[in-house]
């Protein structure tokens, strides 16, 4: 049988030409960059910060590496969102005090690293004997060894293949962070930073540890007077601190911290100003001899509060969907201490405070434990 092979002719007269096409485009680039600027314009404009082009004079700012024994530092402005790197740095000092979107850093041993607010993640390879205070999205940590980090963390923190970290509550506060933060996309109030997963567990041994405080004596700026670009009187105390009262993020002690005594959970409805009372509740509480365990900024559904509260609080169920706080204390006297702030401080506000210790016990497991998983679901 003989088969046919079927040709699309091309319709005769017309023929493709690619060099009147590439000099027809050329001929209206040409034009519209000397007679219409503003169509370009126009057009970059359009395009998202994350996809247009650095400029080639900027493009140092966003990677430091090959230090040795050398300081580096970003003031607030320089990055303005953009991602940045550090590679192949020894016993260094890198202060970065600006947001940016995702970091990585990579092959560095001994050195202090201090990161401004990242919208995204943060990504430790095969570092060993170092110092980071960040705040992050997301971080991870794989082939790494000996480290300190002082951590905020919006999500789960992740390690792989590490051994010998140790995690600490973020602390630190400089007139720019709180607007970084909130360029950042991130909340102080939702800071997960000790609810580590360690992919590659080892049987009989701990990868990483939680404290409950920093190292004393640890100072993220260092001060050097023959290197300017890193020692800045602007930088130094009292503008730039790490004092826990001053802290932008509030200090938890985190989940591993074995808990003495009763447990009282706090839950405060969102309303209008609501961040300025809930802060200045943590400080009180912890004034008066109270530990602040863990918190939460986070939605109750109508549905979801019924199935919690088991109709411990009606007054809950008439709210809006908007971010509600919950907060974890432990102190032998917490729960009164809890309803006499509250009574000054929340008078506007609908507020839910465990009634006695069981009570306590089990708000904790209801909004801390299951809550985790009904926000993943």
């Known amino acids: 049988m003989r088969a046919w092979r079927v040709r699309h002719a091309r319709p005769v007269g017309v023929q493709f030409d690619w060099t009147t096409l590439y000099t027809s485009l050329a001929l209206v680039w040409w034009w519209l960059s000397n007679f219409q600027p503003s169509v370009l314009s126009t057009l970059s404009q359009r395009r998202s910060p994350q996809e247009r082009l650095v400029p080639e004079e900027d493009i140092s700012d966003l990677i430091v590496q090959g230090l040795t024994g050398q300081s580096k530092t970003h003031r607030p402005g320089v990055l303005c969102g953009r991602p940045f790197c550090v590679q192949a740095c020894c016993d260094s000092d890198i202060v970065v005090l600006d947001h940016s979107a995702a970091v990585?850093?990579?092959?560095?041993?001994?050195?202090?690293?201090?990161?401004g607010p990242v919208s995204g993640s943060v990504f430790l390879r095969n570092c060993k004997d170092c110092t980071v205070l960040v705040a992050c999205q997301q971080f991870r940590a794989r082939d790494c060894s000996k480290l300190l980090v002082l951590l905020y963390c919006a999500t789960q923190p992740i390690i792989e293949a590490c051994a010998g970290i140790e995690f600490a509550c973020y602390q630190c506060d400089y007139p720019e962070l709180a607007s970084q933060f909130q360029a950042a996309g991130l909340d102080v109030f939702n800071n997960n930073w000790s609810n580590v997963h360690d992919f590659t567990p080892i049987v009989g041994e701990q990868n990483w540890t939680i404290l409950t405080s920093l190292v004393p004596g640890y100072h993220p700026i260092p001060c050097n007077p023959s290197q300017p670009d890193c020692c800045d009187e602007t930088w130094t105390e009292p503008l730039f601190s790490i004092d826990q009262q001053r802290s932008i993020v509030p200090a938890t002690l985190g989940r591993a911290y074995r808990l003495i005594g009763p447990i009282c959970v706090v839950i405060v409805l969102s309303g209008a100003d609501t961040d300025g009372p809930v802060r200045t509740f943590i400080n009180e509480m912890v004034r008066c001899g109270n530990i602040l365990v863990q918190m939460k900024h986070a939605p109750l559904s109508d549905s979801h509060a019924c199935r919690l509260l088991e109709n411990k609080a009606s007054n809950l169920m008439d709210t809006s969907r908007d971010p509600s706080f919950f907060l974890e204390f432990n102190g032998e006297n917490v729960v009164e201490s809890a309803k006499d702030l509250a009574e000054s401080l929340f008078k506007n506000f609908t507020i839910y405070?465990?009634?006695?210790?069981?009570?306590?016990s089990e708000d904790e497991e209801i909004f801390f434990n299951d809550m985790d998983l009904h926000l993943s679901a």
């Open 104 to 115: 990585s850093v990579d092959d560095c041993k001994k050195c202090r690293i201090t990161l």
């Open 353 to 360: 405070i465990s009634s006695d210790q069981a009570t306590g």
